[in-house]
């Protein structure tokens, strides 16, 4: 049977459709995960509900408290962004860490968290910015933090009747730095393992960590917080000893999986490795400017 | 099935497709324009890149219904009166290509860069052409042909 396509003139009736075709309706956002799924019949929908009509999906708005990003929002647009460069760095360096310049050119950040693909390179970086969406239906909105969004492989907390509409990022501490740093065989390859710090460092010497947050992708079924890395490691000197110390601790908290890209063993070799280097470009970072943001 | 009117190097056309049609299919089979390439159907390749409103796309994961009202163009567009363009002549003269299957897409991507950014560095043409892969000549010619093109080079 021929899928049909819906070309909503708003978010209500978006929402209103959605509601009545439930998970029979796949809302497509810059459809550069979407299509290659349909193509390889991995999905089956009868109904493909087109956001882009949606312009009140698209922009980015800076403001006091952080940003707030329409889930339409193309990595060109937040490539393009003063305000992405200077309110959350490290998500315009894993932006620009995305596929390949034509998937940049039409990919979305709503579509890269709702496709949920392990390896992607947006959810560490969000995940380490404390980054919240915002979900609506037809029956109203509820504003998920990201922890809470990630369910499973390929899953999310998104209901049948629901469409993500923005990504709310807080302002990031004053002082705060940060860096994503990918490893894949191939720059425009899904990451085999990508970590994303955020640390607000203080000016002691040694230097310590006030705030350390810790986001990890590609190593497990879900991108993840390393929660007891980041216990473990804040309010103390970040000297290489507890440093390496705080890096074992978050191989230990990836679930990795192997693939023909690497195994599941290399995955949580390379956490330990990546959260080093990610630690010590925020640092060299906070070091340079004093008051470098994430 | 879906009437569509796109606007394919300046001219309107009118093309009867399935409502979830690809660019690529509607281009391919809709209108039969074959400059643009079938490569892997998976974004992967960029065989079938072509130009939305200025920008690269790969056209087998566009809907060709979100194409109504935009600038399309293809490698059809780039030679005029059966004469080459400098950037095509280019590609010739430093051997940018041997099957030339991935060629109509390197075309477009370089397009692409050198509206954007008529002076790239080799760095902005490696990233400006990351979605393109070739699989026989290798890259070095490609780079030259556009950088040389940047250049101002007949």
């Not at chain 1, 995960?33 to 956001?51: E, F």
């Not at chain 2, 892997?40 to 130009?51: I, K, N």
């Not at chain 2, 109504?68 to 095509?88: R, S």
């Amino acid at each position: 049977m021929e899928i049909k396509l819906f070309r909503p003139h708003s978010l209500e009736e978006a929402l209103s459709q959605r509601a009545q075709y439930g998970r029979d309706a796949l809302p497509i956002a810059g459809g550069q995960s979407l299509l290659v799924m349909l193509r390889n019949k991995l999905i089956d929908p009868q109904v493909l509900l087109d956001l882009e009509p949606l312009g009140e999906l698209r922009g980015l708005q800076a403001h006091d408290n952080g940003l707030s990003i329409g889930a339409m929002t193309t990595f060109f647009d937040l490539l393009s962004s003063s305000g992405v460069q200077n309110a959350a760095p490290i998500l315009a360096q894993a932006g620009a860490k995305v596929g390949s310049t034509a998937i940049r050119n039409l990919g979305t950040i709503g579509g890269n968290l709702c496709h949920n693909e392990p390896g992607a390179d947006l959810p560490p970086a969000l995940l380490a910015l404390n980054a919240s969406v915002e979900l609506r239906s037809s029956k109203g909105i509820r504003n998920v933090p990201l922890t809470e969004f990630f369910r499973g492989y390929f899953e999310t907390a998104l209901a049948a009747d629901e469409i993500l509409s923005r990504v709310e990022i807080p302002a990031l501490p004053e002082g705060a730095c940060g860096a994503y740093i990918k490893h894949s065989i191939s720059p425009e390859d899904l990451a085999i393992a990508g970590v994303a710090v955020v640390v607000v460092l203080d000016g002691n010497n040694p230097v310590s960590a006030r705030e350390l947050r810790i986001g990890l992708g590609g190593v497990a079924p879900v991108p993840l917080r390393a929660f007891k890395a980041e216990t473990a490691l804040s309010g103390r000197a970040l000297t290489d000893e507890a440093i390496r110390a705080a890096a074992e601790i978050a191989a230990s908290e990836a679930e990795p999986m192997s693939d023909p890209h690497a195994s599941a063993d290399y995955r949580r070799k390379m956490v330990k490795v990546l959260v080093r280097r990610a630690l010590a470009a925020a640092m060299d970072q906070g070091e340079r400017n004093g008051h470098g943001k994430a | 099935m879906a009437k569509l009117k796109l606007l394919v190097n300046g001219e309107s056309h009118a093309v009867e497709a399935p409502e979830t049609a690809l660019l690529l299919d509607a281009l391919r089979e809709g209108l039969g324009m074959t400059g643009t390439k079938r490569g892997c159907e998976t974004s992967h390749c960029g065989a079938c890149t072509v130009l939305i409103d200025g920008m690269a796309v790969h056209s087998c994961v566009v809907l060709a219904a979100r194409c109504e009202g935009k600038e399309i163009a293809t490698v059809e567009e780039l030679a005029q009166d059966g004469e080459l363009n400098d950037l095509q002549r280019l590609f010739l003269k430093h051997g940018a290509l041997q099957c030339g299957y991935c060629t109509p897409g390197m075309l477009m991507a370089a397009t692409a860069l050198l509206r954007r950014n008529p002076k790239p560095t080799l760095e902005d043409i490696k990233v400006g052409l990351d979605g393109n892969l070739c699989r026989c000549t290798g890259y070095t010619g490609i780079f030259e042909a556009i950088q040389s093109c940047a250049l101002g080079t007949k």
